[in-house]
């Protein structure tokens, strides 16, 4: 558990879309405040090796990752059956660990170069960018004590929200469908038709939502609301327009409706997947492909001038 020497509160994950934090909990002792025995499973992670000398934390009672994202706030992951951090792509979720003094600590992201931050607001927030990955000395907000949480020595902790981690099957997490995961934490969703046989409306997991996308043979594209749950499915992408107040939104377009076939045929799948996958990255709308044509052009002439001048000067 995360606790705040500044605020005397636990950083905490609920409902919500961003994480907050508790009611003041008392120093009892150099590992921080006593555990609030109201807020339960909400204020617990689990610590997780995401390689690289980074750190992910897992809720087991959301069974989500906290999250940093473009957005000033600290978010979450989309839903996880286990805390295995492999089942998370997003850069966003790993965290440097530092060591400061007097047993404290800071979590630094390498991707926004930013601290997880607890200010004198209820929401959780980043910093401002610290390229370097190092504190100034006056930053006070950015440090936590680190609670480690012995499950049974807290018996009013419900044992059955923590699970032993189980390897999830792929087959589990693509259901009967292959998926070729088109962007990660955009701001775009695709303004194409809608599949007609589907629903368009919010979704407990990314699973959920790829699940209505297999029942329906017309829906092609999901485009799924990192922060909202949001599962908007179309028949096309030839077009996209820009999410309300910026939501992230991951998406991913359905590369074939197959049955799930035997491991002999994992590498003849795999190469249709690329191929395919490979096909939809190269559809775009033609005013994104004039932009680019014109982008190399402006470049090429720009770089035939250079080379123009260059020679007068020889």
Known sequence: AFWSPSWKRFLRMTNKRFLDKTAISEEKNEEGGTLPKEEGWNVVFEVEDAGNGTYAFWNPQHKRFMMMTKRHYIGKSDVTKTGIVTNVTSTGAK??????????????????????????????????????GKMYEDWMWERFFIKEIDIEKYEWLDNKVHAPKKAEKKEDLEGSAHYATHAVSTDEYCKGDLAPGSEQKFAKSLKECQTRCDQDKDCKWICYWLETGWCHLTKTCQTRARTARNYLVNMYAKI????????????????????????????????????????VKDVGEAKGKNEGKDKGKD
């Open 256 to 295: 074939k409706q197959v049955e799930i076939r035997s491991d002999t045929d994992d590498k003849e799948r795999e190469k249709e997947a690329a191929a395919e996958a490979a096909r939809l990255a190269l559809q775009t709308t033609e005013d994104r492909l004039k932009e680019f044509k014109k982008s």
């Open 95 to 132: 965290f440097e660990a530092t060591s400061l003094r007097n047993g404290k600590y800071a979590f630094w992201n390498p991707e926004w170069k930013s601290f997880i931050r607890m200010p004198a607001e209820d929401i959780i927030e980043k910093s401002a960018v610290r390229e370097d």
